[in-house]
């Protein structure tokens, strides 16, 4: 597959869906982040499991958690409904640990690294116009 980079705004696409790799959705609703469901997981580190609810829009890194998380501090991060694993086999290229990723509808998927404070991540989108039509809203969206 060809792989073409775009660079993507912080906060100007909204992840509406999100989904672990069972197919369970990690939108949640009841936890709003700007006025829109958070993407929430469970987090695991220094023998404490708690929640982590994460920024919906791609970009920016805001995140809000049940359990106090530390600079540096390396993560766990799981489905809060099946408890899979959400790392992937892909390493952080700044930190050199395995990095975790929400899939997405149509194939695509963010990944990131579970590094409290590193901002290494990326987006993939398999279905372009099918990814745009789910992550911008209408008055946004880029024509192709």
């Known amino acids: 597959m060809e ?13 509406k869906e999100g989904y672990c790799p069972n197919g369970c959705s990690l939108m949640n609703k009841d936890k709003l982040v700007d006025g829109h469901p958070a993407i929430t997981c469970l987090v695991r580190v220094r023998g404490i499991t708690g929640h982590i609810h994460f920024n919906p829009f791609y970009g920016t890194f805001g995140y809000d958690s049940d359990i106090k998380l530390r600079e540096g501090d390396i993560v766990g991060l799981y489905c809060p409904h099946c408890n899979v694993s959400l790392t992937t086999e892909e390493h952080c290229n700044m930190c050199r640990v395995p990095m975790f ?3 997405l509808p149509d194939g695509g998927e963010i990944r990131a690294c579970p590094t409290v404070g590193c901002h290494k991540h990326h987006l993939t989108i398999v279905d372009l116009d099918a990814q745009f039509a789910e992550l911008y809203n209408e008055e946004r969206r880029p024509k192709m």
Do not use: D, F
């Open 101 to 103: 990723a929400i899939q």
């Open 3 to 15: 792989e073409v980079r775009i660079k993507v705004p912080s906060g100007k696409v909204l992840i």
